[in-house]
């Protein structure tokens, strides 16, 4: 059974840092795109950060400069380093993977497995 599990949420001050892991199972993901969404109370899912591959990266305009993805193909994990955390940044995240494509995509739809979420909550 795949599974992916986020952990390194909670509760930070603004200005604060945070590292999200997820870690797979069931399945190896070092030939797939891995991505982060998060999902705040009343809103839509968004697109956070995303990783090919091969390790190109690309990030929605809202976290650029502060969060960085990244991965480790030994340990099956993906990782979402946050500095300068804010308020707004204040969500559920989530890990996911595209195994159809090893191209990164924006896109909720384009994945295929889902984490259970982890809450990030960012105190003014």
């Known amino acids: 059974q795949v599974q992916l599990v986020e952990s390194g949420g909670g509760l930070v001050q603004a200005g604060g840092s945070l590292r999200l892991s997820c870690a797979a199972s069931?399945?190896?993901?070092?030939?797939?795109?891995m991505g982060w969404f998060r999902q705040a109370p009343g809103k839509e899912r968004e697109f956070v950060a995303a990783?090919?591959?091969?390790?190109?990266?690309y990030y929605a305009d809202s976290v650029k400069g502060r969060f960085t993805i990244s991965r480790d193909n030994a340990k099956n994990t993906v990782y979402l380093q946050m500095n300068s955390l804010k308020p707004e940044d204040t969500a559920v995240y989530y890990c996911?993977?595209?195994?159809?494509?090893?191209?990164?995509?924006?896109?909720?739809?384009?994945?295929?497995?889902w984490g259970q979420g982890t809450q990030v909550t960012v105190s003014s």
């Open positions: 069931g399945r190896t993901f070092s030939s797939d795109a």
């Open positions: 996911a993977a595209d195994v159809s494509s090893p191209r990164i995509s924006t896109a909720v739809g384009r994945y295929d497995y």
């Open positions: 990783i090919s591959w091969i390790g190109i990266t």
